[in-house]
Structures are given as C-alpha cells and as structure tokens.
C-alpha cells in the first residue's frame, strides 16, 4: 500500500522568503506525481504535474522535482507572497491517487 | 475548457436522512469520475470511481453508495446517514486519453455535516 508523508505539517515564513514543501512515498512504482493547492473550504486546485521520466517541472513561481528512486518530491516556491497561504498537498500516482496530509502555509505580511 | 460543477455547497442533515450529492463535468467526453472525502484531520479518502455509464468501483466498504447515469453525470447517495458521514465531499474528474495518466481535476466541493 503506498503511503505518503508531507513534512512539515505546518511552515510559517515572512514575506518574500522561499518556501520548501517536502513530500515522501513508499513504493517508487507511479506515474506520476500531482501537487494540489487547497484553500480553506474549497475544493483543491492542481498545481504542478510531474511523469514518473521527469526529473522537474515548472510553472512561474513554483518548480517541483521528483526523485522517483528515493521516493521523494519537493514543492520549491520563490519569493513568498500571502497570497501563497494555503494548504499543499501532494499525491502520488500508481494506479490511484494516494494523498499526503498536506502542508499548510501562512506566510506573513 | 472544461469545468467541474458540485451541488449542493454546503448541507446539514439529520442522522437517517437520505443523501443526494451531484457532480457534473462540463467540456470533455468520456471522463473517469471519482468521489473523495476529505474529513477533518485526515487525507483524502477514495469512495467510488467510475469508467463509463453504469459502471461503478468502490473503494471502501460503507452505507454510501455512487451512479453515473449520464457520460458527465455522477451522483453519491446515502439511504440513511450517520454521524460519521460528516466531511467534506469532492469530485474529481481525468482524461482517460490523456498521456498525463490519471491527471485529475477537482471540484469546488460539498460541506456535509450529519447531527
């Protein structure tokens, strides 16, 4: 059974500091790896995808790697905004989607 | 583009009460259709998806059950709701033709809470 891990649960950082959002898993068998924004309340907005032959992924302000042979990934966003304040959860695709508990973010003003 | 629309927002019901909740996708043909609960202080949980019209695959073992009448259509019921059906519901959909294998992409969601 794959088994996803975030850490840390919770991260608080000033503006503008660069935030690190670690994701881990158990079986390196997948297709790929999905990282999700979720507001409070809302539904969860997909962020970045990343296929199992890849080693990284970009979209503006965030970039995403994959080591699919250590069972890892890492959520990097630059130049936090609080408008980055949410929750950030990772999932890890096999067959189905397995969720981490996410990683919640305020990032001060 | 194509959008992802759930209905109600928010619901409050009484324990043994029925439960209907509906998806709908609007943009694409054919999508896989899967229904998640998110309740407090867990990860999303897999309840149902579904292949096509009529064919329904559940994930966990419970009083809810799901059907997809229409290819855009998916519905998650209950006869009589307990206390720990209270959670926050969501929709997904994919591609099953994508090369992004399973990519999936959510709906706004229902807060359900059972008292």
């Known amino acids: 059974k794959q088994e996803v891990t975030q850490i840390p649960a919770a991260l608080s950082v000033p503006e503008g500091e660069n935030l690190v959002l670690n994701c881990s898993f158990t079986?390196?068998?997948?297709?790929?790896l999905q990282w999700f924004r979720q507001d409070p309340g809302k539904g969860l907005t997909s962020l970045l995808l990343i296929q199992s032959s890849q080693r990284e992924q970009t979209s503006g302000r965030l970039n995403a790697s994959l080591d699919k042979s250590s069972g890892r990934s890492t959520l990097y966003i630059a130049a936090s905004q609080p408008g980055d304040s949410a929750t950030y959860l990772c999932?890890?695709?096999?067959?189905?989607?397995?969720f981490g508990a996410g990683t919640t973010v305020t990032v001060r003003a | 583009s194509q959008t992802i629309h759930q209905w109600p927002a928010t619901l409050v019901q009484p324990v043994g009460s029925p439960l209907s909740l509906e998806c709908t996708v609007e943009g694409t043909s054919n999508p896989n259709l899967y229904w998640y609960r998110q309740a407090a202080g867990r990860g999303l949980q897999l309840l149902f998806y579904?292949?096509?019209?009529?064919?329904i695959s559940s994930e966990v073992p419970q009083n809810l059950s799901a059907s997809r009448p229409q290819d855009r259509q998916f519905i998650l019921s209950s006869k009589k709701l307990l206390l720990s059906d209270s959670g926050f519901y969501l929709c997904?959909?994919?591609?099953?033709?994508?090369?992004?294998?399973?990519?999936?992409?959510f709906g706004p969601g229902t807060r359900l809470t059972v008292l």
């Open positions: 999932a890890v695709n096999d067959y189905k989607l397995s």
């Open positions: 579904s292949v096509g019209i009529g064919q």
């Open positions: 079986d390196s068998a997948i297709y790929n």
């Open positions: 997904a959909w994919s591609d099953p033709s994508s090369e992004a294998y399973n990519e999936q992409f």
